[in-house]
């Protein structure tokens, strides 16, 4: 009888536990969350801090490249102006085809068209550096992820540019548009005058003032903490807006072609930084915001190791 115990304690310790079994073959909850593909997380990426030479000269390559690319595209004269017509017939079959009436409106009072000439001339490039520039010195965390919307919305319309050549309303056959820098002698357009070989004159769609501008304004709107700034940000792209109608440069079409691009880049910095620029931190934290030891002072300190 006590053998018979025995073995029957001995049958007992040796059956396999089935709770230990299931256990180690199903997987726990945390292990599944180590594992989780990186772009699936929420966590936003945290920025270093800018570097001003390094943006200097990426902003003037990148700047560079984009005119380069840009005046390179293939004109395409009869396709952009058979564009430029369909795009006419469109916006007048959705009744919003009151460009002619906004251009002839504006060009009877010559203060007022050439101030936008000088406006569709200059402040393109002026605000937009401008905002690089705030950005860089009072939101350091944020700029890289503004930059890359901004980069992102330039590249994806050069893509327009090459396969939707797309002529101005001023340049339309037959239309009655009134080219105002030509009319008033005003430096307002790269593809008007003595400068209009510098630049493609077919490539209107999408209009990368309406872009820029939108960016602008969002990002002051977002940011900014002054009231009348975020006024002055919702103004500027609106502004702009009328800006590229009253001089002909651009269709109401073109501008959501604008939107569609700065959408695209949007998505892009969202993608890669998991949050938008405003989601992330303003400033840089400290220990990555700490200087990086120069070669040469690493070179110089192996140097000594070896020698003694």
């Known amino acids: 009888m006590g053998e018979a115990t025995v073995k029957t304690l001995d049958s007992r310790t040796a059956t396999p536990s089935p709770i230990v079994d299931d256990e180690a073959a199903v997987p726990s909850s945390s292990h599944t969350d180590d594992v ?24 003037a390559v990148s700047y560079w490249t984009y005119s380069l690319i840009r005046n390179a595209v293939p004109e395409q004269k ?10 006419w017939d469109v916006e007048k079959t959705l009744g919003i085809a009151v460009e002619q009436s906004v251009n002839h409106a504006v060009n009877s009072v010559t203060w007022l068209i050439v101030s936008m000439n000088y406006y569709y001339a200059t402040l393109h490039f002026v605000v937009t550096i401008g905002v690089l520039v705030w950005l860089y010195r009072w939101h350091p965390g944020r700029y890289a992820a ?27 056959n037959g239309q009655d548009f009134i080219d105002t820098v030509l009319v008033h002698q005003t430096w307002g357009s790269m593809a008007s005058g003595n400068l209009k070989n510098m630049s ?12 820029w501008s939108l960016w602008c304004g969002l990002i002051i709107c977002a940011l900014a903490t002054a009231p009348w700034a975020k006024i002055l940000g919702a ?39 998991r949050a938008l620029p405003q989601g992330l931190p303003q400033h840089v934290p400290a220990d990555l915001n700490t200087p990086r030891t120069p070669l040469s002072a690493r070179l110089g300190r192996l140097g000594r190791r070896s020698r003694a």
């Open 78 to 87: 009869q396709q952009a102006l058979k564009n430029a017509d369909w795009i």
């Open 200 to 211: 493609n004159q077919y490539a209107a769609m999408p209009s990368m003032h309406i872009g």
């Open 36 to 59: 989780r593909p990186a772009w699936r997380s929420r966590t936003p990426r945290t920025p270093r801090r800018p570097r001003i030479w390094f943006e200097v000269l990426l902003i």
């Open 235 to 273: 103004l500027y792209p609106t502004l702009t807006l009328v800006v590229i109608v009253a001089t002909a440069n651009h269709f109401w079409l073109d501008a959501v072609g604008g939107m569609i691009c700065l959408a695209f880049g949007f998505a892009v910095s969202y993608a890669w930084y």
């Open 146 to 172: 503004a930059r890359l919307v901004l980069f992102a919305t330039t590249g994806v319309a050069l893509v327009g540019y090459y396969l939707y050549p797309l002529a101005p309303p001023r340049l339309m």
